[in-house]
């Protein structure tokens, strides 16, 4: 397991001036990536950026967020909501609700990689199968095969294949696996 904590990490401010973003970690290092993790903070309306090879999967840490453009109807995210996934070209929009929104946001490289993000649960050990970053939207606490770790809000962790992880629910897994390794 390696920690990845908030403290560490540089803020780059969105083109639309909209919000931020702090890149947890990503594969590889440099260019376009196969695949990231990062905390979006979400203070006005705004479109997202286009990414034309990627595919997006979108959980709230806190706040609430209501997106459009997602082939429906306006959908609104908040903690507990389920995460929404979508290709990164889709002409999304958001609009942060009575303030500004944190989102964790996994994108992976279309035809290259599957991602999800599922919140781990203290009530059932999963094993990772892949690639994979845990995140938490506020102070809290997981197990690692038995051992357990704390977390400070917005600290993450990534954790070695075929781990056995549990966790409070405000700890959401982002699991990264290849398509063709």
């Known amino acids: 397991m390696r920690l990845l904590p908030a403290a560490g990490r540089s803020t780059v401010s969105w083109k639309n001036g909209g919000g931020t973003t702090e890149e947890v970690c990503r594969s590889p290092l440099a260019g376009m990536p196969d695949w990231r993790v990062s905390i979006a903070t979400i203070a006005r309306d705004g479109p997202f950026s286009r990414f034309d090879?990627?595919?997006?999967?979108?959980?709230?840490?806190?706040?609430?967020?209501?997106?459009?453009?997602?082939?429906?109807?306006?959908?609104?995210?908040?903690?507990?909501?389920?995460?929404?996934?979508?290709p990164g070209s889709a002409p999304v929009v958001a609009r942060p609700l009575g303030g500004h929104a944190i989102a964790l946001?996994?994108?992976?490289?279309?035809?290259?990689?599957?991602?999800?993000?599922?919140?781990?649960?203290?009530?059932?050990?999963?094993?990772?199968?892949a690639a994979t970053v845990i995140v938490a939207s506020r102070d809290a606490r997981f197990r690692i095969?038995?051992?357990?770790?704390?977390?400070?809000?917005?600290?993450?962790?990534?954790v070695g294949i075929g781990c056995r992880l549990a966790g409070d629910a405000s700890v959401l897994m982002a699991e990264i696996d290849p398509l063709h390794p």
């Not at 979108?58 to 979508?86: C, K, T, W």
């Not at 290259?112 to 094993?127: A, H, K, Q």
């Open 145 to 158: 095969d038995g051992t357990t770790h704390h977390l400070k809000r917005l600290d993450a962790a990534a």
């Open 53 to 86: 090879d990627l595919d997006r999967h979108l959980a709230v840490l806190s706040g609430r967020l209501l997106l459009q453009g997602l082939g429906h109807g306006p959908l609104i995210l908040e903690p507990g909501s389920a995460p929404v996934r979508f």
């Open 105 to 129: 946001n996994l994108m992976t490289g279309r035809g290259r990689f599957l991602g999800s993000v599922v919140p781990l649960r203290e009530d059932g050990m999963v094993t990772s199968a």
